[in-house]
């Protein structure tokens, strides 16, 4: 038994646990195999292009017709600021030359991080994902009401009391509480600067509890989970179900490169810090040259998504000669806690949480904040 039901209930899932979405990593194959194994699946669309998505959905929906969780970011499009563009191209120039390789054209053309729009919301509708939910806040009102009409469960992130308050308010079915801990992209979207906000990201044993006590949705944690007793601790807190990211890089279903595989395997609670030079928003990831001579964090970095844009030439050439000196390492404080004797695929790993998790609830006793 587990201790609160409401998001098995809501999400209709036989196990509490939530396989991150993270862009890159994860695709069709892993949302397939955490689905199968009871757990929620969730599919990525930050650095995919509509046609991508398409694909990827149809490959899901062809394996299993369990619920699946679509994923889409809702930041606000940059605008352009062409002196702060050449400022950090300038920045990068003595990279460029060591790497014998030349900066894009255009640091400021389009990313592929684009946010959720009528093509990416006719998707949705089209393929009625059970769950979607968003990162940085919700769209704009006629596109969520569009989503909500599809019978879809929303959810959202909130990394303050505050964000969870307005998610609830503005119609979310559940919220993601995320701790400082957590690996990748903040929720972060309220306050003037995502900079100033992060430096005073409350972790998740502070957050998720006052997050419970602040909302009458059940509340999902995530940042620094990746095995049963984060996952029994997070119900300790309140929390009805756990959200977990870093603990399935290590997964054969995932997309990650060499160096930062590597880097996983090598990880220590002090080896990730904070940073935006890698997209302009921060972002939680393994240490590496870039983010030590360049930041990790600077407002030197051209606004999200841009500031990758010049340094995509130098990840590949780095990454061609085995470094990822210059590339986005993304992951969690907790990524020690994730890695096993052998590394288990996603729908094994997901049943092996679940089973190591009952079994060390049969250890302690807690009490269930079902409301």
Known sequence: MWP??????????ELPIIQAPMAGPVFADMVIAVAEAGGLGSLPTANLSPEQTRSELETIRRHTRKPINVNFFCHVPPVIDPA?????????????????????????ARSARAPFDDALCRLVEEFTPEIVSFHFGLPEA?????????GAVIISSATTVD????????GCDAIIAQGAEAGGHRGIFLGSDPLIEAASQAGTIALVPQVVDAVKVPVIA?????????????????AAAVQIGTA?????EARVAAPHRAALRQAKDNTTALTNIFTGR????????????LGPLT?????????????????????????????SLWSGQAARLGRRDRDLPAGELTRALAAETQALMGTVSLSSRSR
């Open 282 to 293: 921060p972002a939680r990831g393994q240490l590496n040259r870039a983010m030590r001579e």
């Open 163 to 170: 964000e969870a308050r307005w998610l609830e308010a503005h």
């Open 4 to 13: 609160d039901r409401r998001i098995l209930d809501l999400f209709h899932i």
């Open 222 to 238: 995530t940042g620094g989970i990746a095995d049963a007793r984060g996952i029994v601790a997070a119900f300790a807190l309140g």
């Open 248 to 252: 399935y890089l290590f997964c054969p």
């Open 299 to 327: 407002p030197d970095a051209p606004a999200f998504p841009l500031a990758g844009q010049a340094l995509a030439p130098l990840k590949a050439a780095a990454e061609a000669t085995g470094s990822g000196d210059f590339g």
């Open 84 to 108: 702060r563009e050449a400022a950090w191209r300038q920045r990068l120039g003595p990279y460029f030359a060591e790497l014998g390789v030349a900066p894009p054209a255009d640091l400021t």
């Open 142 to 150: 006629s596109l969520l009401a569009r989503v909500r009409a599809t």
